[in-house]
């Protein structure tokens, strides 16, 4: 399964971004999405999931200002991301699981994306 994120780039505080990850594989609609984000000298942490029902869960740290979204026809997982903030700052993947309930962990994802950079500037 193939998970290439785009949309990163660089923004002001209090901007906003769209994250993208198409997925190539025909089962999509099967798997639970997750976005995590690594930020420079940190572990990668969980940032929101879907399920394939479009169910929902997001940390608290972005609860509120990232909505995350999937289009099941274009096999394509989204993270609308508003109101940012420099802390916001990192590496953004995209990773599928292949469990059917929603999970922040990272070892229950069997594959992930290669990650876009998003940097919010004060």
């Known amino acids: 399964v193939q998970l290439p994120a785009s949309g990163g780039g660089l923004v002001q505080a209090g901007g906003s971004l769209r994250l993208s990850c198409a997925t190539s594989?025909?089962?999509?609609?099967?798997?639970?999405m997750g976005w995590f984000r690594q930020a420079p000298g940190k572990e990668r942490e969980f940032v929101a999931v879907?399920?394939?029902?479009?169910?929902?869960y997001y940390a608290d740290s972005i609860e509120g200002r990232f909505t995350i979204s999937r289009d099941n026809i274009r096999n394509t997982v989204y993270l609308q991301m508003n109101s940012l903030k420099p802390e916001d700052t990192a590496v953004y993947y995209c990773a599928a699981s292949t469990r059917t309930l929603l999970t922040t962990l990272r070892g229950h994802y069997d594959y992930w994306g290669q990650g876009t950079l998003v940097t919010v500037s004060s």
């Open positions: 594989g025909r089962t999509f609609s099967n798997y639970v």
């Open positions: 879907i399920d394939g029902g479009g169910s929902t």
